[in-house]
C-alpha cells in the first residue's frame, strides 16, 4: 500500500478526526461539528498531501494536526464570541429592569376607524364597497381558439422554415465546391482542412 493510499485511508482519517476532537474536548469543552469538522480535516489533507507527496505517513499526520488545530480553535473562539454577545443582548433586558426603567406603554395596534361618524349604516357603506368593485369588473377572457386557422398557420412556418433550411444548406455547399475550385496552390494540391475550416 503506497503513502497516499495509507494517508487517506478511512482508518487513518478516522483516528486524526478522533485525536483533534478528543484535544478540543479536553481543552476547550468544545464538541466539534462532526460533518464540518471531517470535510475540513479532509480538505487541510489533501493540501498537506500536495505540498509535501514525499514525507512518511508520520510526518504527514503531524503535519496536518498541526495545521488544522488553529483552524478549529478559531471556529471554537468565533462561536464563543456569538455566544457572548447573544448573552450580552439577553441581560441588558434584565439590568433595565432592575435600575427600574420605565418599560413603554401598551400601544394599540388594532385600526382606528378614521370617519368618528356614529350615524354610519354600515349596509350602505358594504353596498358601496361591492358596487364599486363591480362597475370595474374586466371583461372575461376569451380562451378559445380557432384550431382549423392556428394549424393551417403552423403547417405553412414549419414549411417556410424547412425550406429555408434547405436553401441554407445548398448554399453553403455550393460556396465550398466553388472555393475548392478556385482555390488550387502552386503545386496543383488544394487545401481542403482550411477551407472546410474557415466556413
Do not use: W
Not at 353596498?127 to 374586466?138: A, H, I, N, V
Amino acid at each position: 500500500m503506497s503513502i497516499k493510499d495509507r494517508f487517506f485511508d478511512g482508518t487513518n482519517f478516522e483516528i486524526l478526526f478522533y485525536v483533534i476532537s478528543q484535544d478540543l474536548k479536553r481543552r476547550f469543552n468544545y464538541e466539534i461539528d462532526e460533518t464540518e469538522g471531517k470535510q475540513e480535516l479532509f480538505n487541510i489533507m489533501n493540501q498537506i498531501y500536495i505540498k509535501y507527496p514525499n514525507k512518511d505517513i508520520i510526518s504527514l499526520n503531524k503535519i496536518t494536526l498541526n495545521c488544522i488545530a488553529p483552524i478549529l480553535k478559531q471556529k471554537y473562539v468565533d462561536i464563543q464570541q456569538i455566544i457572548s454577545k447573544d448573552k450580552n443582548i439577553n441581560t441588558s433586558l434584565s439590568r433595565d429592569m432592575l435600575i427600574g426603567k420605565k418599560m413603554p406603554n401598551f400601544v394599540n395596534m388594532r385600526p382606528e376607524s378614521i370617519n368618528k361618524n356614529d350615524n354610519v349604516n354600515i349596509d350602505e357603506r358594504y353596498s358601496e364597497l361591492t358596487q364599486r368593485y363591480t362597475e370595474k369588473k374586466p371583461e372575461p377572457i376569451n380562451f378559445s381558439m380557432n384550431l382549423e386557422q392556428e394549424d393551417n398557420n403552423m403547417l405553412t412556418d414549419i414549411q417556410e422554415l424547412q425550406q429555408n433550411r434547405n436553401n441554407e444548406i445548398q448554399n453553403n455547399e455550393n460556396t465550398i465546391k466553388n472555393k475548392i475550385l478556385n482555390n488550387t496552390i502552386d503545386d496543383g494540391c488544394t487545401n481542403i482542412h482550411d477551407i472546410i475550416n474557415n466556413n
